[in-house]
Antibody
């Protein structure tokens, strides 16, 4: 069964850091580009980043460029998102998804709350 | 950035009726448009890619059409499980892919 499971969310103070993980099962992560998307409370979906098969191709949305870092470990079938210099407006549910054009499989999401 | 505007924001219909959801792009995205369904507590599910290609396993009552700036998701006969939020997404402008704000399809 194809599945993505995010973890690592939580409460963090403004300026703090967090590392999100996304573990894939049912398919080889190395065969797919992978993406991160978030949804803030009461807001729409926002695409954040994608990463190529081996991590050689990476793009970020302007809103997170320079603060967030995406990476992957294909041997562990895992995707990561390092969140630094967090702000209140980064509060959201963060999703990983398979693909970078159409997103064929999504995780359930992990909640990140940035608050003092 | 390409802005996607979905209409209506909320659509109230009864099971068995036909649903027509719209997604308009601020500039042409050719056929680089996908539709997703989102139910409470669940991950979004891809329904349509390439504006009109139904994903494997999606019932044929779901269909997508359009190209350029105007797109439509049609659900021919609503089933109880179809009531959800629907999002469109464009992937024409790399890397700034964007989503519409969603249409809430609710039971009348």
């Amino acid at each position: 069964q194809v599945q993505l499971v995010e973890s690592g969310g939580g409460l963090v103070r403004p300026g703090g850091s967090l590392r999100l993980s996304c573990t894939a099962s049912g398919f080889p992560l190395s065969d797919y580009y992978m993406s991160w998307i978030r949804q803030a409370p009461g807001k729409g979906l926002e695409w954040l980043s994608y990463i190529g098969f081996s991590g050689d191709t990476i793009y970020y949305a302007d809103s997170v460029k320079g603060r967030f870092t995406v990476s992957r470990d294909n041997a562990k079938n895992s995707l990561f998102l390092q969140l630094d210099s967090l702000r209140a407006d980064d509060t959201a549910v963060y999703y990983c998804a398979r693909g970078h054009y159409e997103l064929g499989c999504w995780g359930q999401g992990t909640l990140v709350t940035v608050s003092s | 950035e390409i802005v996607l505007t979905q209409s209506p924001g909320t659509l109230s219909l009864s099971p068995g009726e036909r649903a027509t959801l719209s997604c308009r792009a601020s500039q042409s995205v050719s056929s680089s448009l996908a539709w997703y369904q989102r139910k409470p507590g669940q991950a979004p599910r891809l329904l349509i890619s390439g504006a009109s290609s139904r994903v494997s396993g999606i019932p044929d009552r779901f269909s997508g059409s359009g190209s350029g700036t105007d797109f439509t998701l049609t659900i021919s006969r609503l089933e109880p499980e179809d009531f959800a939020v629907y999002y469109c997404q464009q992937y024409a402008s790399s890397p700034g892919y964007t989503f519409g704000q969603g249409t809430n399809l609710e039971i009348k």
